[in-house]
């Protein structure tokens, strides 16, 4: 589940932030505590606590005091966006470096991209 | 954030080696540390002058504000088991604790049971007659029950076998969470304790070529492979810390975080990137150190 | 003073060092010292210096509580100066126990006639003609004089090794052969004998401890520069 070579606390921040996204975790809901966190990874608690401020300081959760970390309103929204911008760089790069490589052109992959696309829709995961 | 160990400019030299070279570091309250470094490279030495068992050639060392030879205010908040402690003869597990809770006044005798049944440890036996492993548990349960404000682990898992140690970790840290202290763990296994450390110390013949949070290491370096002419072409002007060839095929370690342009680039080429392990990076950060230090010239010709 | 305490018992771990050998060694050269006499067809008066055996063994607890115990204080953040007040302590505590062991023996020895044999084991004449209180200072002092001895060249070796523990005997040796010649010119020995007398058993006892309390006082400065 951990990743050498990156950050801890930025995948346990991208952990949470995948369970916003896919609803698990809702918003207005109770995050887990950085102590939380850290038992379940095995890590530092320090690091749990950066990976929960960094989160905080993007607006993603809030503290109420004396009780615990929550799920900002406009999360999940904020979430997507941020994700959204990102698509391209993350996914698109390397998926057409590599169509470049093995001699696809746009219109090939537009092709198999509908193709697939409609596969997937029919056997779903709902969006 | 109130430091509790300050250490300047200290130097332990013996007859023909010199154990530690002008180190200096501080050391923050409540936090983890990770002292890592090749065997022999300084680490039990420079513990061992931390706790006053052992004395500096020059240099100063202040724990708490004080100098901690023969000082009865700050020794009993340390707790120093080192790596091969020797126990009293007939000393038994039993005897053994017992003594450890008249002396560290923080002691906990219910974590102290509590991992005694853990590790399965025999409490009747005498030490002289315990197993590596078990020896190794002995010391482990005193540093973790004495919950001293500063407690050295010296090396604490030889012996143990993989779930003794998982367990070690998995105790300290639930026992750091729940009371907080300064432990500096000392370790050549530095993948397997690295996500328990803030700060990472490395040392490597006697001097400090790392001091740093361990969440800024991590993801430093990553290494770039394929084909040798554009790794290279990548790599010009980055600091590469390492380099393999096979054939056409090169695989380069460069320091340096990497952009999304960078990674763009990357793929592009056709370039692979593997990633960096805090362990490959330091391993590799010591040797890259030694050798400038082997390569440098002796004098003026 | 808690933590030098909790030094005594840290010592007393150790019981075939404080306890078993010494008893053995005690009770074994009493033993042997029982059969002999009976074997023997003397009348009269027997002494034996088999009590001695005990003494010397007390050497040997000396250098076993700098070596068996030291480290581990070390690891119980004990300071050496609470260490070294705790085992002197430890050493007074034995010590005091076996001269009451001794005294005890001795009064026994007196009311059975020498065990039925005239044979005097724990009360030799000219140490129990002083009194009990005399005897037990003496029978105090010894063990403390040799403890301190053990302990003082085991902290010394430690410190300094076995080169610097060798010069520091030698040097000993010379001078006290040195002192003997200087003795012998000024014709000085039956002075040094009438003295000796003079001093009668609460006397030599006192000097004993004086000297113990000297080579003591002298083992602390290795000690402090002693790494475990």
New interface residues.
Partial sequence: MIEEGRALFLQIAESVEDSIIDGTLAEEAQAPSTNELAAFYRINPATAAKGIAMLTDKGVLHKRRGIGMFVSRGARELLLGERRAAFADRFLDPLLAEARTLGLSPDDIARLLSERAARTTTEGTAR | MTTVIEVKNLTKRYRDTVAADDVSFTIEKDTIYGLLGRNGAGKTTVMSILTAQNFATSGEVRVFGEHPYENARVLPRMCFVRESQRYPDDATATHALRMARLFFPRWSQELADRLVADFQLPMKKTIKKLSRGQLSAVGVIIGLASRAEITFFDEPYLGLDAVARQLFYDRLLEDYAEHPRTIILSSHLIDEVSNLLERVIVIDKGRIIMDEETEAVRGRAATIVGDTARVEAFVAGREVIHRESLGRVTSATVLGELTDADRSRLAAEGLDIAPVSLQQLIVRTTQHVESALTAAPEGAL | MN?TW?VV??QL?????YVWVPLIVLAGSFVLTLLIWSMVPFGGQKYSGGAQAVYWYFGVVGV?ALT??F??S?????????YFFGTTLTAVLTSALLASIYVGGAFLERATGGWGMEGYFFSIDWIWDAGPAAAWLLYFAVPMLFFMIGFGSATFYKRFGSVGLTVLLVGIGLSLVGLGWLIGRADGWSAVGTWIATQGTAGIAAWTLVVALVVGALSFAPL??A??
């Fill in positions: 933590r909790n018992r840290l771990i150790n019981k075939q060092t076993q068996l115990t480290p581990f070390q690891a119980m953040s004990v300071t050496r100066r609470e402090r520069r790494t475990p």
